[in-house]
Each structure stands twice: as structure tokens, then as C-alpha cells.
């Protein structure tokens, strides 16, 4: 069993944290994507990091996202209010079909509503991503969707990307598995996440005093 090592903060609580937001998993109990997507959060949190997650369960009462229009409803309003803070962002996707899910596809698409803010869409954060598959063609097929997904609303893939053959892998009941491979894939994303994402952070306090420096 992998438990997590001995990470120390990279931050000292409430002194700028990073806020990294976690979107991702299914419907389904024992979600592997979910299993992968918490443990990554939870190592971001014990590098210093605050984090949110929205899950499969949340993710489910999403309406299909509808630009034309405004109202949002409760779990819609609140993503959008925890990405507009996130310093980083990882999602989860299982793969359905050789690609990203319905189910998370949805809301990534309700990041349109971020189109008009000083920082619009992921602009400028890293974005950790994870993939399961009941094989390896189907997950790398998705993490690939979800780099090009990413890349279009301008965020950063961390160079490390998590595929997960969930034929093959298993989490426990507390989101640890004891493949080494994927804890070391989760570790790195959640380092990344924090570390780029406190720049984030940083640069985000510099206000118009930096902006040109
Ligand atoms: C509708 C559907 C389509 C799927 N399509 C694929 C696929 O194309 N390739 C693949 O490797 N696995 C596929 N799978 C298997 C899932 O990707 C795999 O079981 C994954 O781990 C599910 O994620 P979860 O554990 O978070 O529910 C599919 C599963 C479902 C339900």
C-alpha cells in the first residue's frame, strides 16, 4: 500500500496557499477516475494547497450546459465561483468510447461563462489531468483529448499526465492504491500543481504594480 510520503507543505497555511480545483470522475460507486482524482487533491492539500472537488455525483446535476442561458443553478454557480479563485485545476475523465467523457466534457464547457473575466477560461494555470481506461488505448486516447481540451482554453497540462488501466489498478475505500507507478504519476501532478499554481498566486498579487515588470 502506497501511502503518501512525507511531503512537507511547500506553504505555510494562510499565507497565500494555493487553491487547486479538482473536476472529475463518474457516476458509477467506486469511481477510479474519482479515486485518482481525490488522491490528487489530497497531496496537493499536503503540500500546502486548499482544494475543492466536484465529483461524479455533483457533476450528474449539471443541466447540459446552455449558453443561451443565465441561470446557472447551485452546483453550475458554484464551479464557476471556485474556478474563478483556482490557482490550478486537474480533471478526471474516465474514458467512454476512445474519449473524455459526457459527463466531464459537460463541465468543462461550463468554463464559457469565464470567457469574459480578466482571466478568461484556465488562462495562465496549470491543469493536472487524469485518465482511466479498461485498457491502455482508450486511456491515453483520452488524456490526449484532455491536453488538446485544455490547451484550448489556455491553460498549462502539466508535463506529467496520469493513465490509469483501471483493469489493472484499484483504489481503497481512502483513495490510495498500491501501484506505484499511478501514485508516482498523482504525486508529480499535485507537485506541479502546487508549485506552478503558487506562482499563479503570486502573479495574481503583483496587480497592476507588476503587470509591467
Ligand atoms: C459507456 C462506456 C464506454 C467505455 N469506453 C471505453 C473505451 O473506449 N476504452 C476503454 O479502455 N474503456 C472504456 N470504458 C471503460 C471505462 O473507461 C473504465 O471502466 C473506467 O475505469 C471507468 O471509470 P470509473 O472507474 O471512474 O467509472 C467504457 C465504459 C463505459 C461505461
Known sequence: M????????????????PHIVGI?????????????????????EKLGASTAAFVGADLAKLPMYNP?????????????????????????SAGYH??????????IDYLEDLREDQRPYLQGM????????????????????LRTIVHALRGWPTPMGAVINSAEVSFDRD??????????????????LVGFGSKVTCMAGLGSEGAGQ
Open 2 to 17: 502506497i501511502i503518501f510520503g512525507e511531503e512537507k507543505p511547500m506553504y505555510e497555511p494562510g499565507s497565500g496557499r
Open 24 to 44: 472529475g470522475g463518474t457516476t458509477r460507486s467506486a469511481s477510479s477516475s474519482e479515486a485518482a482524482l481525490r488522491m490528487c487533491l489530497r497531496l496537493a
Open 68 to 92: 443561451g442561458v443565465a441561470e446557472r443553478g447551485e452546483v453550475g454557480a458554484k464551479l464557476a465561483a471556485e474556478l474563478r479563485r483556482a490557482d490550478g485545476v486537474v480533471i478526471a
Open 98 to 107: 476512445g474519449g473524455v467523457s459526457g459527463l466531464v466534457k459537460n463541465a
Open 126 to 145: 496549470p491543469v493536472g489531468l487524469i485518465a482511466t481506461g479498461a485498457g491502455w488505448q482508450g486511456a491515453v486516447m483520452t488524456l490526449s483529448q
Open 175 to 192: 483513495f490510495c492504491t498500491d501501484d506505484a507507478q499511478v501514485a508516482f504519476q498523482l504525486e508529480t501532478i499535485a507537485c506541479d
